[in-house]
Nanobody, 127 residues
């Protein structure tokens, strides 16, 4: 079982930057695609970004494209979400998740495909 722990959440002003980290346990971390999801107050959890096991393929939801960057360091068993140009609507609890993928489909936006989830970290963007 893969254990995921998010960190780096906090308060940032609109237009500012923040980097989230997700540390994963297990020697099979490099075999997993990783994703970031978020849940804003009163809303359902939504997909934010994903990265393939190799780090060579990334995908972002339209609302964060060009502002957020997902990356991973398999040697450190860690995935990152760099968030730039933050907007108040980015305020949410952010979750990292891990999914097993194959050689054809290497990333996924489908929540049900993710087998392991972190506890979430609160991110607040002030005006």
């Amino acid at each position: 079982q893969v254990q995921l722990v998010e960190s780096g959440g906090g308060l940032v002003q609109a237009g500012g930057s923040l980097r989230l980290s997700c540390a994963a346990s297990g020697r099979t971390f490099s075999s997993y695609a990783m994703g970031w999801f978020r849940r804003a107050p009163g809303k359902e959890r939504e997909f934010v970004a994903a990265i393939s096991w190799s780090g060579g393929t990334t995908y972002y939801t339209d609302s964060v494209k060009g502002r957020f960057t997902i990356s991973r360091d398999n040697a450190k068993n860690t995935v990152y979400l760099q968030m730039n140009s933050r907007k108040p609507e980015d305020t949410a609890v952010y979750y990292c998740a891990a999914a097993r993928t194959g050689s054809i489909v290497v990333v996924t936006i489908i929540e049900g495909a993710y087998d392991h989830w972190g506890q979430g970290t609160q991110v607040t963007v002030s005006s």
